[in-house]
């Protein structure tokens, strides 16, 4: 029970895969019985329910292509809104990996988004014991479960909206804490490093992060200016130097994909 | 989208498919397309049209208070980050869509610009209620508990609805919920891709799951007569 308590950050994190299982188990009856008549319905209207509606359909089925073996669409198809973002390849990769071993199913669809929430709220919450007082481990932990229904909803959909960004984005603010809080030259840079090619990676990963980088920044500065004297300014050239070699398979993507193709996507 | 490239491919239905899938490949291709770059600024537009500018605010405050070295100077950012934090999540819970909100039909497409964020903020409203409870006289260390609990309370209130007791699975407009009838639009990709006609379609519909390969043969049927009965002009 002790080390329950000393470790409430696991606990959390297994209430917060439960709950999302539960949803997953209760919600899987309407699955294999949709009449054709709503069949027509979603193909046709498809932007009358929300903007996932397309996108998530494509590319999960796209992603199920790639787990029975196609791979023709990986040369030269831009996979979102028309620029390349790596989280869809990365996620058709996780999902044909997951299809091997499951098979193609529901379950292991899901299973992807799933993980990369769960892995976002456990490092958040390890990043509050490491950080902060125990009483937000709990308090987080508490706010996290349920959330924003949004914020639960998000979990879910692997394809589109993306919530597995805060992963990437907490792991970069790890480096920035490390960058902060030493006093040697070499570990601030190190951490400046974390944070700077982790950024740029989850720039690739989704272009919504900006928001993010911009918090970045102003953490930054006010950093620099509160510790004048004892932090390097050197870290200005440092960070974009990393985020530059995160954001690298942009660049190696964006080559690949042609201009016609991304507009054909759209007409 | 998926009327405009079945009709695209039945124009080209009289060339060969290696012809165009090699013209296909000799299309050029860019180091950065221009395209990109227009994409991400319909990204930013979006983000700051819902609300990225109170993500914001909230940052430079949470900016300032985790790089702060004494905790009591943090007692008037403490507190006007929490006036922040409940703001943003009263607009949060709109985005929601709990009553049908007329504020935002889309409610997912308002919050998935602010997804990166959602940890953060509850990492911060979650600081702001310890600070308040640790900074509050004696008679009202309860409030930030009853606001918590209150917190949690309207967040079960809005997951609630989409666990059905009598009906497991009634939530249907849950985005990417299903992925089991989706081969149509998978489909399109394959005309897209090889620009083959009705001809790919059969090619694909080989691979398919049998149980829905007569509804997506019936589908497809039915397209290619609306089509062929539609004029040409109409095309985009």
């Known amino acids: 029970m002790r080390g329950i308590l000393k470790f409430p950050a696991w606990a959390w994190a297994a209430s917060f895969l439960l709950l999302r299982l539960l949803f997953l188990v209760a919600n899987n009856g309407y699955i294999f019985d949709l009449d054709e008549q709503e069949i027509s319905t979603w193909l046709i209207d498809r932007d009358s329910h929300n903007v996932y509606f397309s996108e998530e359909f494509t590319t999960t089925s796209l992603a199920r292509e790639l787990a029975r073996g196609n791979k023709q669409f990986l040369d030269g198809i831009s996979l979102s809104h028309g620029g390349v973002t790596g989280g869809e390849y990365l996620q058709f990769l996780l999902y044909a990996g997951v299809a091997r071993v499951l098979g193609d199913s529901y379950y292991a669809m899901k299973s992807v988004p799933i993980l990369f929430s769960t892995l976002t709220a456990l490092a958040m919450l390890l990043l509050v014991q490491v950080c902060l007082r125990p009483l937000y481990v709990h308090l987080l932990g508490l706010l996290l479960l349920v959330g924003f229904p949004s914020f639960f909803l998000s979990g879910f959909s692997g394809m589109g909206n993306h919530m597995e960004m805060g992963l990437f984005l907490i792991i970069s603010f790890i480096g920035l804490i490390i960058w902060r809080r030493s006093s040697n030259v070499k570990r601030q840079m190190l951490g400046a490093v974390i944070a700077g090619v982790v950024a740029g990676l989850s720039y690739f990963y989704n272009f919504l992060t900006f928001v993010y980088l911009l918090w970045l920044a102003g953490f930054m500065l006010i950093g620099l200016v509160q510790r004048k004297g004892r932090i390097k300014w050197l870290v200005l050239v440092v960070f974009p130097l990393a985020f530059t070699v995160g954001y690298l398979p942009y660049f190696y993507l964006s080559g690949k994909v042609s201009v016609e193709m991304t507009n054909a996507r759209y007409h | ?236």
């Open chain 2, 1 to 236: 989208m998926m009327v405009s490239l079945v009709h695209d491919t039945l124009d080209h239905e009289d060339e060969d498919e290696n012809d165009s899938m090699q013209k296909t490949a000799a299309e050029p291709k860019y180091f950065i397309g221009y395209y990109k770059m227009i994409t991400q600024m319909f990204y930013f537009r979006n983000a700051f049209l819902n609300g990225a500018f109170l993500l914001l605010l909230v940052a430079v405050a949470s900016a300032f208070f985790l790089n702060s070295e004494n905790e009591n100077d943090t007692r008037v950012i403490g507190w006007s980050a929490f006036a922040l934090a409940v703001f943003y999540i009263f607009v949060v819970f709109l985005l929601a869509d709990f009553f049908d909100a007329p504020l935002s039909p889309h409610h997912v497409k308002g919050c998935r610009y602010l997804a990166p964020a959602f940890p953060f903020m509850l990492l911060w409203l979650g600081v702001a209620l310890g600070q308040l409870r640790l900074q509050m006289k004696k008679h009202y260390r309860l409030l930030p508990v009853v606001v918590l609990i209150a917190l949690f309370a309207l967040g079960l209130f809005g997951v609630a609805p989409y666990f059905s007791y009598d009906q497991p699975g009634e939530y249907r407009d849950l985005p990417g919920f299903s992925y089991r009838t989706l081969t149509i639009t998978s489909a399109d990709y394959f005309l897209f891709l090889s620009d083959s006609g009705e001809e790919g379609l059969r090619h694909y519909l080989a691979g398919c799951d049998p149980a829905y390969r007569d509804e997506i043969d019936q589908e497809i049927k039915r397209l290619l007569t609306d089509l062929a009965a539609a004029p040409e002009s109409d095309a985009p």
